[in-house]
C-alpha cells in the first residue's frame, strides 16, 4: 500500500537502559512510565513524565543469581508487580511509585506469576482494588493492595486448570456496573488454549461458579512458548483482542454492552472472530512472531528483529520496522514488545537498549481498506473529508448500476458532490430511459444540498415536479381504472407528490410550477400547491366551479385568508348555498355588511319559497341585533326586505325598536324615515307608515293616515302628542268627525256613540266641540242629556275654581299678619350680656363706643344684634366679623351699603335698630331705611357664631398671613450639623 508518510516510525529512546545492572530482561510500560527487569534482579523505573529514575535491587538478600522474570505496570503507572526466578526458587514483589522499598508477597512463594490483569475501570493510585495473577502452574489468584498499608490486603486463590494443566501466559479482564452489581469479564491464554470467564457479584463469585461446570475455551493447533494475549483499549474501554498463538493471530471485536448466550451456558462476548495466519508474513510457515503489540487498525508483530506491521482488517503487511542496535544485540535478536495504553506508545526492547514505536494517524487510510472490502459503512465511517466519501458514494453507486439496481443507484449518486458531476450523472440514467431512478436521484440531491443553493435547488424541484406529473400521465396510460383504484401505484404516486409539493413549496417557483400543473390538467395537485402557497382565490375560484360552496368557505374561514376574498365571492356563493354563506359570515365578525350588500341584493332578487328562510334577512338580523351594526344602508336593506314580507309585523318591530338607545347624542334609529315612508307607501305598509308619520312627528298625517285603516290607531296616535294641547285636541276632532261620518246606524243611535266617544277623550272634547261636525236638520232633543251633562260638569269646574279663589283671599291674609307681627317682636337681654365679637357688654352706658353717622344711638347705648340663638353683637363688631369672615365680594358689597348710608347722613329713625313703628306702613319707608334694610339682610341673616359663616371658617388658617405671629409658626429644617443632645431631668 502506498503511503504518503509511514504510519508507524521507530526511534531509539535509551541505548544503555540498563545502567549496568545486568542485561534488560523484561518491560512493563503505563502513563509514560517505564519499568524494566534485569539479569541481576534489578528493576529499573523510568518515569517520563516528570523526568525522573530510580532503579531497586531485588536480590538482596538472596543467594545465588537472580533473574527478574516478568515485572507488570497498571495503566496509570503507580503499581508494579515483579517476579524474581534464580536458583530454583522464585518471589513475587510488590511496589509502588511512592515506595523506596518493595513488598515481597510471601503467600505467592514459590509460585511463577507470567500474567496479570488489572481492573482499568477502578484502580486508583492509592488502591490497585481487584488484582488476577496468572502462574505456571495454571492457577489463578486474586490480590489487592492498598498503598497507605504497606501491605498487601489480601491474596486469594481463584481457579486453577483441572483438564489440561499449562501456564496461564496472558491476562485481561474488564468490568461493568450493572443494576444488581459489577459484571466481570476475564480472558485467560495458555500456550494452547484461550479461555473467557463472566459472571457478576465478586471474583470469588465468579469463579466459584466454574466449579463443576466446563469452562469456555477456543484451542488452537500448534503450540508457542511466547503465547500473549493483548486489549486494544480506547477510553479506557477494550474495543479488540488478539492472542498470539501456535496457529497465527486470533482476534476480534469485544462487545460487553450486549452479550448473547453461548451453547455451553457462558455468554459470549466476541464477535467478528477472525485467524491471521502466520503464512500471511512472508517468511515462512515455521517462523512465527516473538511478540505482540495491538493498535487500533494494526498488529506489530515482532519476527526476529523487525516489526511487521500487519492491517488487522485486510491482514496485509503495510510497513516494517528495522531497530538501530548495537552488534552486539543484534546478534542476539529483539527481546519483545509492551504498549502504554494509556500514552498510545509501543515500545521494544533488546538486552541493553529501548525502542519507542510511534504512531502517526494510522487510520487515515482505512477508508480505502474497507473500500477494497466493500465493508461501505466502515469506509463511510473512516473518511476524513468529502473526496474520500464521495469515492466511497461512487463505488456503491456504479456496483448498484451494473446491477441494474437504478433506483439504488440514484440515492448513491445523489450523495456525489466532486468526483462527478451532476450532468454526468443525469445524463446516465437519461440515456437509458429511467425516469424513476432520475426522479430519486434529483429527489435525493435535494435533500444532501445546502440552503445557500436556492437557484439549484428551485431548478431541481421544477424537474422533479415535471418527473411527477409525468408519471401520473404514464401511468393513466397504462391503466384507465387508476384514477378509481385506491391502492394502485397512481394513488400512490399522487400521495407522494403531494407530500414533495407540500416538502418543496418555499422553494419552488410559483408562477412557473402553476403553469406546469395547467399544462398537464392536474387541477386538484393545482388547487392542493396554490393552498400551500396561500393562493386562495386560485382554491376558492376551483371549488365555486364545481359547486362546492362549504369548501370554498372553509378556505375563506382561515385566518390568513384576506377578507377582501369574502366580498369577492360573496355573490356566487351565496346563490350556491345560502344557508351555509349566512353561517359562515355570522362566525366571522370581522365583516362589514355594507360590502356584502350587492351579494345580498341578488339573493334576494331571487323568487324564494312562502315557508323558506330568508337568509339575508336572518344575516341582517344579526347585524342590527348583536353586532349592533349602525350603517344606514344595512338597515335601509333590511327594513326594504321587511317591506316586502306579506306579514307587517317583523316591519312594525323593525320600525318601533329604538337601536340607538342609551347612547349618548346618538339618534334613536339609524334608517332613513324618508326612504322607509316611500317604501312603505309603495308596498302599501299603512301601518307602517302611521308609525313613520308618528316618528316624524307629522301626527296629522298619521291620524288620517290611520283613520283609514284602523280608527283605534288613530286613537293611539292622537294620545302621542301630549305637550301640545291644541294639537292633541284637533287631531281628537278629527278623529271625532270621522267616527261620526262613518256612522250609518239611527240618527240617536249615532249620537250615543258620540257621546260615548267623548268619554274616551278624557274630557278633552265637549259636545259642543262635536255639535258641528252633526247634520243641520238634527234635534236639539237628542243632544239633551249630552249637554246637560257638559253644563254639569260646567258648573263643577266653577265651584272649585271658587274654592281656588278662597284659598287665595285667606293665605293673603295671613300673610298681612305675619308682616305686621314681625313689627312687634323683641328680645329680652340681661344686663351682663356680652359682644360676641368684642366680648364687652352690649348695654354699655359708658360712651365708649363711637357713634358713627350708620347708626344713632338712643342715649349713649351702641347699636346692636340680637339673634334667636342668643348670641348678640355690637354692630360694629358684626359688620367688622363678617366682612372679614365672608367672600371678598360679599365684604365689598357689605362696605359699599354702609358707605352709602354714611353719605345719607344720620336722617330721623322711627325705632331703634331701624325697625319700623307699628303703624307706619311698608311704602313709606325712606331711601336710608331701605339701604339699612339690605344691609341687616346682609350682616344679620344669620348668626355668625352659628350659621354657614362658622362652618366656612374650618377651611381658613389659624394664623393669617398679615399677622405678626406667622414667623413663628413657620416650620424651618434642622441643621444636623449644629444638633445638641439634651437631656432632660424629670
Request: charged fraction near 25%.
Amino acid at each position: 500500500m502506498e503511503q504518503r508518510r509511514q504510519v508507524f516510525s521507530v526511534d531509539l529512546l535509551e541505548r544503555y537502559a540498563a545502567k549496568g545492572r545486568g542485561e534488560i530482561t523484561c518491560m512493563a510500560a503505563g502513563n509514560d512510565v517505564i519499568v524494566l527487569g534485569t539479569s541481576k534482579g534489578w528493576i529499573i523505573r523510568h518515569d517520563f513524565g516528570v523526568g525522573d529514575s530510580f532503579d531497586i535491587d531485588l536480590s538482596a538478600g538472596r543467594p545465588g543469581e537472580q533473574s527478574i522474570h516478568r515485572v507488570f505496570v497498571d495503566p496509570g503507572g503507580s503499581h508494579c508487580i515483579a517476579v524474581v526466578v534464580g536458583n530454583g526458587t522464585s518471589d513475587t514483589f510488590y511496589t509502588h511509585a511512592k515506595w523506596t522499598k518493595p513488598r515481597v508477597l510471601s503467600k505467592l512463594k514459590g509460585l511463577v506469576v507470567n500474567a496479570v490483569a488489572w481492573n482499568r475501570q477502578h484502580i486508583a493510585e492509592a488502591s490497585t482494588r481487584e488484582v488476577i495473577l496468572g502462574t505456571d502452574n495454571g492457577q489463578l489468584h486474586e490480590i489487592a493492595v492498598d498503598e497507605k498499608d504497606k501491605k498487601e490486603k489480601y491474596i486469594k486463590f481463584l481457579f486453577e486448570l483441572s483438564e489440561l494443566s499449562e501456564a496461564f501466559t496472558g491476562l485481561q479482564m474488564e468490568t461493568a456496573s450493572i443494576n444488581n452489581g459489577t459484571r466481570y469479564y476475564v480472558m485467560a491464554v495458555t500456550p494452547t488454549r484461550l479461555y473467557s470467564f463472566t459472571g457478576i457479584g465478586s471474583l470469588d463469585s465468579v469463579f466459584a461458579s466454574y466449579v463443576g461446570r466446563a469452562v469456555h475455551f477456543m484451542e488452537l493447533p500448534g503450540e508457542i512458548p511466547n503465547s500473549e494475549l493483548h486489549f486494544f483499549i480506547k477510553q479506557r474501554r477494550a474495543i479488540h483482542f488478539a492472542w498470539l498463538s501456535g496457529a497465527g493471530i486470533y482476534h476480534g471485536g469485544l462487545n460487553f454492552g450486549a452479550q448473547r448466550s453461548s451453547p455451553n451456558g457462558d455468554e459470549n462476548f466476541v464477535e467478528n472472530k477472525a485467524l491471521l495466519d502466520y503464512s500471511k508474513l512472508g517468511e515462512g510457515a515455521s517462523v512465527k512472531p516473538s511478540s505482540l503489540a495491538v493498535s487500533e487498525f494494526h498488529f506489530l508483530l515482532l519476527v526476529r528483529n523487525k516489526v511487521k506491521v500487519v492491517n488487522r482488517i485486510s491482514e496485509l503487511i503495510v510497513e516494517e520496522l528495522y531497530f538501530d542496535q548495537t552488534p552486539d544485540a543484534a546478534s542476539r535478536s529483539v527481546i519483545g514488545l509492551c504498549s502504554d495504553a494509556s500514552a498510545g506508545l509501543f515500545y521494544a526492547y533488546d538486552q541493553s537498549s529501548i525502542f519507542q514505536v510511534s504512531v502517526n494517524d494510522e487510520g487515515r487510510d482505512m477508508w480505502k481498506v474497507y473500500l477494497d472490502l466493500k465493508e461501505y459503512a466502515a469506509a463511510l465511517s473512516n473518511c476524513r473529508d468529502t473526496i474520500q466519501r464521495d469515492q466511497v458514494y461512487l463505488v456503491q453507486a456504479e456496483d448498484a448500476f451494473n446491477t441494474k439496481d437504478f433506483v439504488r443507484a440514484a440515492s448513491f449518486y445523489a450523495k456525489i458532490n466532486y468526483v462527478l458531476s451532476f450532468e454526468e450523472i443525469t445524463l446516465k440514467f437519461i440515456s437509458i430511459g429511467e425516469q424513476d431512478a432520475l426522479k430519486t436521484f434529483l429527489l435525493r440531491k435535494l435533500d444532501n444540498l445546502a440552503k445557500d443553493d436556492k437557484c439549484q435547488i428551485t431548478m431541481i424541484s421544477t424537474w422533479a415536479t415535471e418527473l411527477y406529473l409525468d408519471k401520473m400521465n404514464r401511468l393513466l396510460l397504462e391503466d384507465d381504472t387508476a384514477s378509481e383504484n385506491s391502492s394502485s401505484e397512481y394513488q400512490s404516486i399522487i400521495k407522494e407528490f403531494c407530500a414533495f409539493l407540500s416538502d418543496s413549496k418555499d422553494v419552488l417557483d410559483e408562477a412557473t410550477t402553476i403553469k406546469l400543473l395547467e399544462s398537464y390538467g392536474r387541477v386538484d395537485e393545482l388547487v392542493f400547491f396554490a393552498s400551500l402557497k396561500e393562493q386562495h382565490e386560485i382554491v376558492v375560484h376551483h371549488y365555486i366551479q364545481l359547486g362546492e360552496a362549504k369548501k370554498a368557505l372553509q378556505v375563506l374561514q382561515k385566518l390568513n385568508v384576506p377578507i377582501d376574498l369574502q366580498y369577492k365571492y360573496a355573490p356566487d356563493l351565496i346563490m350556491l348555498d345560502a344557508y351555509e354563506t349566512v353561517e359562515s359570515w355570522m362566525i366571522r365578525k370581522d365583516l362589514n355588511p355594507r360590502k356584502l350588500i350587492p351579494a345580498m341584493m341578488r339573493y334576494s332578487s331571487e323568487s324564494h319559497s312562502k315557508n323558506e328562510t330568508h337568509e339575508v334577512i336572518k344575516y341582517l338580523e344579526y347585524c342590527v341585533h348583536r353586532l349592533q351594526n349602525e350603517d344606514p344602508s344595512v338597515h335601509n336593506l333590511l327594513l326594504s326586505l321587511y317591506a316586502k314580507q306579506e306579514d307587517e309585523s317583523a316591519l312594525l318591530r323593525f320600525l318601533q325598536c329604538k337601536f340607538g338607545k342609551g347612547r349618548p347624542n346618538g339618534p334613536e334609529f339609524f334608517y332613513d324615515p324618508k326612504y322607509a315612508l316611500r317604501l312603505c307607501l309603495k308596498e302599501k305598509r299603512m301601518r307602517a307608515c302611521v308609525h313613520i308619520y308618528s316618528m316624524m312627528s307629522m301626527h296629522e298625517e298619521a291620524v288620517a293616515l290611520a283613520l283609514q285603516v284602523d280608527p283605534e290607531l288613530a286613537m293611539a296616535e292622537a294620545d302621542k302628542v301630549e305637550d301640545d294641547e291644541d294639537l292633541r285636541k284637533k287631531l281628537w276632532l278629527m278623529i271625532a268627525k270621522h267616527v261620526i261620518g262613518q256612522e250609518k246606524g239611527t240618527k240617536r243611535e249615532n249620537i250615543r256613540k258620540a257621546i260615548a266617544f267623548l268619554k274616551e277623550t278624557d274630557g278633552l272634547l265637549k259636545i259642543e266641540d262635536i255639535l258641528p261636525f252633526f247634520p243641520d236638520f238634527a234635534l236639539i232633543d237628542d243632544f239633551k242629556e249630552a249637554i246637560c251633562s257638559s253644563l254639569e260638569d260646567y258648573n263643577e269646574q266653577i265651584e272649585k275654581l271658587k274654592e281656588k279663589m278662597n284659598d287665595a283671599t285667606r293665605g293673603a291674609d295671613n300673610i298681612r299678619n305675619d308682616i305686621s307681627a314681625l313689627a312687634q317682636r323683641y328680645a329680652i337681654i340681661d344686663r351682663d350680656e356680652e359682644c360676641g365679637v368684642c366680648r364687652k357688654k352690649i348695654l354699655n352706658m359708658t360712651g365708649s363706643y363711637p357713634m358713627t353717622g350708620v347708626y344713632t344711638s338712643v342715649g349713649s347705648m351702641a347699636p346692636f344684634y340680637v339673634f334667636p340663638c342668643g348670641h348678640s353683637f355690637h354692630a360694629q363688631c358684626l359688620i367688622a366679623h363678617v366682612t372679614k369672615c365672608t367672600t371678598e365680594a360679599q365684604a365689598e358689597y357689605i362696605l359699599d351699603l354702609q358707605k352709602q348710608l354714611t353719605l345719607l347722613g344720620n336722617g330721623s329713625r322711627k325705632e331703634m335698630n331701624g325697625s319700623l313703628s307699628e303703624v307706619e306702613p311698608i311704602t313709606s319707608m325712606t331711601a336710608g331705611d331701605k339701604i339699612r334694610s339690605q344691609l341687616d339682610d346682609a350682616i344679620a341673616s344669620e348668626c355668625p357664631f352659628c350659621g354657614d359663616l362658622m362652618i366656612r371658617e374650618i377651611s381658613l388658617p389659624f394664623v393669617l398671613p398679615e399677622e405678626t405671629e406667622v414667623a413663628s409658626w413657620e416650620i424651618k429644617p434642622t441643621n444636623l450639623g449644629n444638633q445638641k443632645s439634651v437631656s432632660l431631668t424629670v
